[in-house]
């Protein structure tokens, strides 16, 4: 998801200057999925119409068999080159680079009117912005499960914005809860340490991939075949508990976290340079 999100962010790049009224016009434009809607009315048009293949399947069943293998060096060089092409063309194929895009722009724009500021005007907007989610999610959910019901091209572009869009609504609905309740302090002094987590996200990331790597495929503990929903579930929350103590203990040394660090120094390459 890294490679998908370095690419796609170009477009915050190219949006920088742009008017905030501008910058929620595109993310609005991206979040209703115009690709798959395009797709959707070309098939329409010509029923004969498919959809690009780009050969992902064959490429996620070749990382596969590596995985498979045990081989720890093949396993490697296979995600940092094929798998990394599978998934980022999953990603296109799936709709998610437009939204991710889309997702982006808006937070961009939620970041300028500095929505997340504690203030009586905020906390008005996230409660209308909870009830409009909330209202929407079940006929959205429920018009995805009916789409899922027709032809492949249907459920790959109709179904596909449907779906984005519950989840979305759902998405809204669980940031502004999270955000009503932090005006409570209980609930602040409960949810206190996660703020070392989240300055600490892409290290956290990465670190949860290596760990699951290493406890669930065959080079490493292989305990897939046993381990159940509920048992990986009390993995999952002991990995994280632990990531947490980490964050703690690393910030109180440090500014960033190791990765967050060398983000933030190849990001700003040359910029002094630059500036001069």
């Given at each position: 998801v890294l490679l998908l999100f370095v690419i796609v962010g170009l477009v915050l790049f190219f949006t920088r200057n742009w008017s905030d009224k501008a910058i929620l016009i595109a993310s609005i434009i991206f979040l209703l999925q115009p690709v798959e809607w395009f797709h959707y009315i070309a098939s329409l048009i010509n029923p004969a119409y498919q959809l690009p293949d780009l050969g992902v399947g064959a490429?996620?069943?070749?990382?596969?068999?590596?995985?498979?293998?045990?081989n720890f060096w093949n396993f490697i060089i296979c995600n940092i080159t094929l798998g990394q092409k599978a998934?980022?063309?999953?990603?296109?194929?799936a709709g998610r680079f437009v939204q991710t895009a889309g997702l982006f722009l808006l937070g961009c724009y939620i970041g300028r009117k500095?929505?997340?500021?504690?203030?009586?005007?905020?906390?008005?907007?996230w409660m209308k912005i909870l009830i409009i989610a909330a209202i929407s999610f079940a006929p959205l959910y429920t018009l995805k499960e009916l789409v899922m019901g027709n032809n492949a091209i249907i459920q790959q572009t109709v179904g596909t914005a449907f779906d984005m869009w519950q989840k979305l609504a759902f998405t809204l609905v669980l940031v502004s809860s999270f955000v009503l309740l932090y005006q409570r302090e209980k609930f602040v002094k409960a949810v206190s340490n996660l703020r070392f987590y989240g300055k600490m996200s892409l290290t956290n990331y990465i670190f949860q991939s290596i760990i699951g790597a290493v406890?669930?495929?065959?080079?490493?503990?292989?305990?897939?075949?046993?381990?159940?929903?509920?048992?990986?579930?009390?993995?999952?929350?002991?990995?994280f508990l632990l990531q947490v103590h980490f964050c703690k203990w690393w910030l109180s040394k440090h500014k960033q976290g190791p990765l967050e660090y060398i983000w933030h120094k190849w990001t700003w390459i040359g910029a002094k340079r630059n500036h001069k």
């Open positions: 490429m996620y069943a070749e990382v596969a068999e590596y995985t498979k293998s045990g998934s980022f063309l999953w990603a296109v194929n500095q929505l997340f500021i504690s203030t009586e005007k905020n906390i008005h907007f406890v669930y495929f065959p080079f490493g503990l292989y305990l897939a075949p046993y381990c159940g929903f509920t048992l990986s579930l009390l993995i999952g929350l002991f990995v």
